[in-house]
């Protein structure tokens, strides 16, 4: 699955996803698993599938669209270095852990 790192501030990353519709929670946990391997100083990442979301995760001064916007294209969080936050249309597959 294509995708990339589109900002970056110390250890936070933003990842950008092919939003094409066929992603599944496996195939965000293995892009962030890929992005902590490759980088393992990476300690959170936000997982979107829309350019115009990137400007906006980690933000806490969203209006209440933005807000929902995120909601709509924020697929995963990671948190900790090693944790994967499932969010949005994956929120029920909950967490999981990197490498275990």
């Known amino acids: 699955m294509a995708y990339s790192i589109v900002a970056r501030t110390g250890d936070t990353v933003v990842v950008l996803v092919d939003g094409d519709g ?13 992005v902590v391997e490759e980088d393992p100083t990476i300690a959170t990442a936000y997982v979107v599938d829309h350019p115009d979301a990137v400007e906006l995760v980690g933000r806490d001064d969203l209006s209440a669209a933005e807000e929902a916007f995120v909601d709509d294209h924020l697929l995963a969080r990671l948190v900790e270095g090693n944790r994967v936050v499932y969010e949005g249309p994956f929120a029920e597959s909950g967490s999981a852990i990197i490498g275990s």
């Open 22 to 34: 066929s992603l599944t929670d496996l195939d965000v946990y293995d892009v962030l698993a890929d």
